[in-house]
């Protein structure tokens, strides 16, 4: 028992040995099993699932929404403008420290630390004034099933402003939380609660468990970054962290934005740069393979180049046929038949109108002698039935009466289709001239 105590009272003046003598410091040792190293602690974060990185230095600029900032006994000045900055922007940070360098930094969040020697409590451990007691205060998180801390030759906190009190004396706060913008911190005035001998008691232990559960942005904060002692710090915090407000769709896009700011000082190599182009290459290549038919398609003789040209609306066939759905007259019809054949006749025998400027024995006769005797006898069928029809614009005249019966029609169309194939032509083919 006697070493036992001794122990606790070495505890209580090393911060102030290392920080006069500013030798290399062995307390708060994270990767220590002696009585006043923080492998206890260490263990404790990891089991709860956290990564502890214990630092030489601090970039500022490096923290992220994943790390929670834990400072234990600095001797070197903690900014208070960086740490305000930091907590402002959405950062979780915890600062330990009684007689350090983090006096100027509390104050900085609202706090104001004093060297208390004798904290007006109840209880000592053992009865020892250097090891007051402090009870948990509230139902703050972090006072959750604490009870009783027992401290080591602490200081305390007084004048607290905007922040709440957790576990304290009846004169002061030994360890306050609070928030700041969209960050949270942790003030604990007494950093020797973290050693491996302080953790050996129940409240100790579920006080760094509640701190840690209360920073970890619902299992997103991962990384305790650790801080101790003679630690340099560069760098400014960036101006946007975290919102634990900010939901699902906030916290992604944080993500990504996160994921691009980090890729962007992501520099390829010469070699990596020439095996991306390769890759790339070859992609294009399978690519452009499937792209391609594996069958030749149709040959192209460029058919759809052709122009047609259409069919002229007042040709015979096609007269014939808009007489078959009523919208023309057949004794119209019949007038453009008479003046085709009168254009073949005058093509025959090389003289103009003859229907109606030569006798029908004289044109009988040369249109035999011209085309043959067939071509005279188709004629003489037609002629009389052509010269009784009216001009084309009597018959297409609204006010004119003329009317040809179907039966009358088709027995001209048939002799006048006769007397064309006689004189070289088709009549479904012959063109108005």
């Known amino acids: 028992m006697k070493r036992f105590l001794l122990c606790f009272a070495v505890a209580g003046f090393a911060s102030q040995a290392a920080a006069e003598t500013n030798a290399d410091l062995t307390d708060y040792d994270p990767h220590s099993l002696a009585w006043n190293g923080m492998a206890s ?11 502890v990185d214990a630092v030489s230095q601090l970039d500022w600029d490096k923290l992220t929404a994943n790390d929670v900032v834990f400072l234990v006994y600095p001797l070197k000045r903690v900014d208070p403008a960086r740490l305000g900055a930091f907590v402002q922007a959405g950062g979780n940070v915890v600062i330990a420290d009684d007689f350090g360098e983090g006096k100027e930094a ?34 703050h998180m972090i006072a959750t099933d604490v009870g009783e801390v027992v401290t080591n030759h602490p200081a305390a906190l007084t004048h607290v402003e905007g922040a709440t009190t957790v576990v304290g004396f009846d004169d002061g706060a030994v360890v306050v939380a609070g928030e700041r913008g969209t960050g949270k911190f942790v003030a604990i005035s007494d950093p020797s ?40 710090m560069y760098g400014d915090p960036p101006p946007f962290i975290d919102d634990p407000r900010g939901g699902a769709v906030g916290r992604s896009i944080m993500d990504l934005n996160s994921w691009l700011s980090e890729r962007r000082d992501w520099l390829l ?14 992609v294009l290549l399978m690519l452009a393979v499937f792209a391609l038919p594996i069958r030749r398609g149709p040959r192209i003789d460029g058919a759809w180049l052709k122009f047609g040209r259409p069919a002229r609306r007042d040709e015979p066939h096609h007269l014939v046929g808009i007489s078959d759905q009523g919208s023309m007259s057949l004794l119209l019809i019949a007038c453009i038949l008479r003046d085709q054949v009168q254009s073949l006749l005058a093509d025959a025998i090389v003289k103009p109108e003859p ?16 085309k043959g005797t067939i071509a005279g006898v188709a ?17 297409a005249a609204p006010w004119s009466a ?23 032509h088709d009549l479904t083919e012959a063109q108005e001239v």
């Open 193 to 232: 609660i973290f050693i491996n001998r302080m953790q050996q008691f129940r409240g100790n232990v579920q006080l760094a468990a509640n701190v840690l559960r209360w920073l970890d942005r619902e299992h997103r904060a991962r990384k305790v970054v650790l801080l101790r002692g003679n630690v340099e």
């Open 106 to 139: 509390m104050a900085a969040l609202g706090l104001l630390r004093a060297e208390v020697i004798s904290p007006h409590t109840s209880k000592y451990y053992d009865g020892h004034v250097w090891a007051p007691i402090a009870l948990a205060r509230g139902d």
């Open 269 to 282: 190599t010469s070699a990596a740069m020439k095996g991306l182009a390769a890759a790339l290459a070859i």
């Open 379 to 395: 004629l003489t069928r037609v002629y009389r039935r052509l010269r009784a029809l009216p001009s084309r614009s009597q018959a």
């Open 402 to 424: 003329g009317h040809m019966p179907r039966r009358d029609f088709d027995a001209l169309y048939r002799d006048v289709a006769e007397l064309c194939r006689t004189l070289g």
């Open 41 to 51: 602690f260490v263990g404790l974060a990891e089991g709860m699932g956290f990564e």
């Open 355 to 370: 229907l109606y400027t030569i006798p029908e024995a004289e044109l009988v006769a040369q249109l035999s002698a011209t």
